[in-house]
């Protein structure tokens, strides 16, 4: 097997259609990074790569799991380890900064849940955990999805555990970028703009339909619940906003996780960084990762 490549970036930079590219022009398979491409069904909303790019180049972990499993960063490694043994040239390409982490520095040994601590903070309201958040973490105030309860449930729920800033546990993270990790970026405007397009790409290619018909199943699956897009279709479908406020709002939640991913990858030291620009096709981009790998 030869060295892997890292292919990294925030939501929209454009890292599926340059790692196509990349496994061109190099023969190799793409293992996907992504929290929610591993779900059978969430197609539209997760971007995930359609049936002929996948038969043109080998994808892997992707709709491994159906919408009543559940998928978390130790099943991602276990899945990984076993899709690398059979690739001569991997890429490694997504934008879920904690996958890639576990795969690089391991899992490390968080605290198990406490079934007693976490059913009272599930009974909390987003604002109550956020409060809580702030005065005992503020670090991690300032970059969690403060939309995603389970996350600010599990954060709060360490900090009780361990008496200790989820923060200061994460910070012992080293951030090394091995060899070959590509970091994409683009300006913020192009970004922004590439986020509304895509958004507005979903919505015409069917999102809602696609979320009513998931909808019994992700009703029972919050982590699944909580990819972006499906959860503001969800909440339009009971009713609680029409489709102007929720394609508006799918548009801002999805720039503020890129600012979050961005904030991420920002800590990894020794990546290559390429600044995507905007008129740049994928494939003079995977012309420039090959020239800085020579």
Known sequence: ?????????????????????????????????????????????????TT???????HHLINVVELTESFDAATFIDK??????????????????????????????PPGADEEIRAKLEEKEIRELLEELREKDPATYEVIDRQNKRRLVRAVEVIRLTGKPFSSQRAAWKGEAPPNFIL??????????RIVARVDQMFDD??????????????KNRTAQQALGYRQVIEHLRGERDLPETKAL????????ARRQQTWFRKMRGAIRIEVEIEESPGDTARRIFDLLK
């Open 1 to 49: 097997m030869g060295a892997p490549i890292f292919i990294a970036g925030s939501t929209a930079v454009g890292k599926s259609s340059v790692a196509m590219e990349v496994a061109k022009v190099n023969g190799g398979e793409i293992i996907s990074v992504d929290s929610m491409q591993v779900y059978c069904g969430l197609d539209l909303g997760t971007a995930k790569p």
């Open 52 to 58: 002929e790019e996948q038969t043109l180049v080998p």
């Open 80 to 109: 990984a380890r076993g899709a690398i043994e059979k690739i001569e040239k991997p890429i490694f390409c997504g934008g879920t900064g904690l996958y890639f982490n576990a795969w690089i520095e391991g899992l490390g040994e």
């Open 184 to 193: 994409l970026q683009r300006e913020s405007r192009d970004l922004r703009q």
């Open 206 to 219: 069917g999102l809602i339909e696609e979320t009513s018909a998931l909808l019994p199943a992700l009703e």
């Open 250 to 257: 799918v548009k801002s939640r999805t720039w503020q996780f």
